[in-house]
Every structure is written in structure tokens, then in C-alpha cells.
């Protein structure tokens, strides 16, 4: 049962363009969100996160847009460059902030074109 | 950002042999470390949540006795697979949280991983 789903296996746009990374869930009791960027050979880590109290939040190129009645959530880079190019990652908290732990996604490849 | 590394980075081993991995956080202390599995073209599972000085947590469906985990200090968690059979090749990762973080998610810092493969 896949409750963190990211549909889009991969993803390609060229430098200086939007990209656009989604993310569904199934569980309305999640109420914390978090990117993750990772690497080849390297650990995921942490990119922006979003509480359910909001519907926005915004870390310089990256955006995260939460739509809790649509259960979904996307990550908006903009302008993508190069070094954006990796595997991206949303997760949501499931349980308390103590005891809790991250659901993952299966991760979108994103590709940014020079 | 904090670091979390991870040893060995690889490993292959024979069918019915045990490994160890070890999962340590260098630069900050951890109470809870995490152990994830990845396959290929999937996301991270959760196989389990270790405590420093207590017992493991295991998901459902994670052999508890298949995979071994030790959290005997507030930096150093270990998982060893136990008679390991090819099914168990994957990618393992751990993940330790920031003892001061209580509550910051965001405060979760991951290892670069293992890839095990068993023969």
C-alpha cells in the first residue's frame, strides 16, 4: 500500500526553465511534508518541508504548494539548473513529531538540460 | 549541514554468511537512528527505528531476527543481516536525528548508503 505516491519516474526541462515535481498521498492524517534531493552515491538530503497549516512555502528557487483537499503537493524549482539534476524525494510524517517516521515516495529523476 | 556516514559503502557476500553495517554520525549526537531499504526504482522503506540504549523498533513484515540492530552509543548504530539470501540484495540507508532537534524533522540527516549484494 503506497501511501506517498510520486507517478512521474522522470523528468526533463531545460536550464533556466520551471520544473514541476509531484507528489499524491492517501493518508489525510499526514500533516507534515518534506523534499529530500539525493545524489548517486550520496544520502538524500533535506531540500524544503511544508506544515499542513499552510498552503506555501518558499526557499529561494524552491517552492513547495501544498492542496490538502486534493491530497497532493508539489515541488516547484525555478530557474532549474544543472545542478539541479537528481532524484528528488517527498516524504510525509506519519505520527507524532517524536515518535513519528517518514513515509517516502518512489523518487521523480529530474533532468536539467544546459 | 550535520554527516552521517556509513561502512561499508558496498559489500558482496555468500548466500548464508552474515554482514554488518555500520551507521555512525560524526559531528552531532543521535537518539534515534533510522534504517531504510531502497530496490531499484522504488522508494525508501522503513525497516526500522533504533533507540540508543534500548531495543529496536521494527515495521511489520521486518524479520527482527533476520536483521539485527545494535544502537550502543548515541553516534553508532549497526544492522547486521544474519544468513543473508539473494532477496536481500538492496540498498540500505540509515538516518540519524539531531539529539537537540526534538521535533525539527528537517533535522534528519541520512548516510550515503550500502549496497549489499548476496551471491
Known amino acids: 500500500d503506497q501511501q506517498v505516491k510520486q507517478n512521474s519516474p522522470s523528468l526533463s526541462v531545460q536550464e533556466g526553465r520551471i520544473s514541476i515535481l509531484n507528489c499524491d498521498y492517501t493518508?489525510?492524517?499526514?500533516?507534515?511534508f518534506l523534499w529530500y534531493k539525493k545524489y548517486p552515491a550520496e544520502g538524500p538530503t533535506f531540500l524544503i518541508s511544508?506544515?499542513?497549516?499552510?498552503d506555501k512555502n518558499e526557499d529561494g528557487r524552491f517552492t513547495v504548494f501544498l492542496n490538502k483537499s486534493a491530497k497532493h503537493l508539489s515541488l516547484h524549482i525555478v530557474p532549474s539548473q544543472p545542478g539541479d539534476s537528481a532524484v528528488y524525494f517527498c516524504?510525509?510524517?506519519?505520527?507524532?513529531?517524536?515518535?513519528?517516521?517518514?513515509?517516502f515516495g518512489q523518487g521523480t529523476t529530474l533532468q536539467v538540460k544546459p | 549541514g550535520a554527516v552521517v556516514s556509513q561502512h561499508p559503502s558496498w559489500v558482496i557476500c555468500k548466500s548464508g554468511t552474515s554482514v554488518k553495517i555500520e551507521c555512525r554520525s560524526l559531528d552531532f549526537q543521535a537518539t534515534t537512528m533510522f534504517w531504510y531499504r531502497q530496490f531499484p526504482k522504488q522508494s525508501l522503506m522503513l525497516m526500522a527505528t533504533s533507540n540508543e540504549g534500548s531495543k529496536a523498533t521494527y515495521e511489520q513484515g521486518v524479520e527482527k531476527d533476520k536483521f539485527l540492530i545494535n544502537h550502543a552509543s548515541l553516534t553508532l548504530s549497526t544492522l547486521t543481516v544474519t544468513s543473508a539470501h539473494p532477496e536481500d540484495s538492496s540498498f540500505y540507508i540509515c538516518s540519524a536525528r539531531d539529539q537537540l532537534a526534538s521535533g525539527k524533522w528537517d533535522e534528519q540527516f541520512f548516510g550515503p548508503g550500502t549496497r549489499l549484494t548476496v551471491l
Open positions: 516524504a510525509a510524517l506519519k505520527g507524532s513529531s517524536n515518535t513519528g517516521k517518514l513515509i
Open positions: 511544508i506544515s499542513s497549516i499552510k
Open positions: 493518508n489525510s492524517m499526514f500533516d507534515y
